[in-house]
């Protein structure tokens, strides 16, 4: 540990009253932010949506409701608003630097429940993802078309309907897992771009469950990991709808 390491203050955190809502903090120093993100907020603005998101609450949040303090937080990576999970937030521009120039390297794993049944319970699948002129994601078939993609996945549990997968991202491609999983013939459950139409599905069932990263300034390897959402447990267990039911 070097003499700058060791001169640093044990960061305080805020108290609860500044926590923000719909967020989880589930670490913080004076170099990164990490929270557990729920489903349906975004990570960040949008023409239509300016204050319910992630980076507008812990904005806030690290400035402990004064609006005239200069702590701010940066984006490192976004989460589909749909999409539930570890989210990481940096506190300096140098920061930010590190994470996002060391991203592809870092470990990131996600729970996700799919529709059906997959014959192989653990594999790769890997293709060349491209996006048509509706901002669709599909695999092209020639390789030129679209950019190198790698998911990993391994079957936790199952049932009739549906199936609880552990997916490891090799790639970062847009809706990569979702795609994927849906040209597999197991569409993540609730996606309602790539799968089914099945209206009892509560959400789109695809969680980021960990990552595990290098500290920007100490260098460590930090680990930040969240449980299976009770909701994809309940829905793997239930009795469930064919793919594609409609409800009235």
Known sequence: MDSK?????????????????????????????????????????????????????LTDYVRKGNSKSKNRIFIVHRLDRETSGVLVFAKTESAKRYL?????????????????????????????????????MYSA?????????KTKYRVIEESRNYSLLEIELLTGRKNQIRVHLAEKGCPVAGDKI???????????????????IN???????????TEVPVYFKSLVKSKGKERGATTK
Do not use: C
């Open 5 to 57: 390491q060791t001169s640093r203050k044990k960061f305080k955190n805020p108290p609860k009253r500044f926590h923000p809502r719909g967020l989880s903090v589930l670490y913080e120093d004076y170099d990164i932010l990490v929270v557990d993100k729920r489903s349906g907020l975004l990570t960040m603005s949008t023409d239509r949506v300016k204050e319910n998101t992630a980076y507008f609450l």
């Open 215 to 225: 500290h920007p300034h100490t260098k460590e390897k930090m680990t930040f990991k």
């Open 100 to 136: 996002q120039d060391g991203w592809s390297r870092f470990s990131k794993k996600y729970y996700a429940v799919v529709h059906g049944q997959l014959s192989e319970k653990e594999g790769l699948i890997t293709s060349y993802l491209a996006e048509n002129s509706i901002h669709r």
């Open 141 to 149: 078939s020639d390789p030129k078309d679209g950019k190198l993609a």
């Open 194 to 212: 790539y799968g089914g139409k099945d209206r009892s599905i509560k959400r789109l069932t695809l969680h980021a469950a960990s990552i595990t």
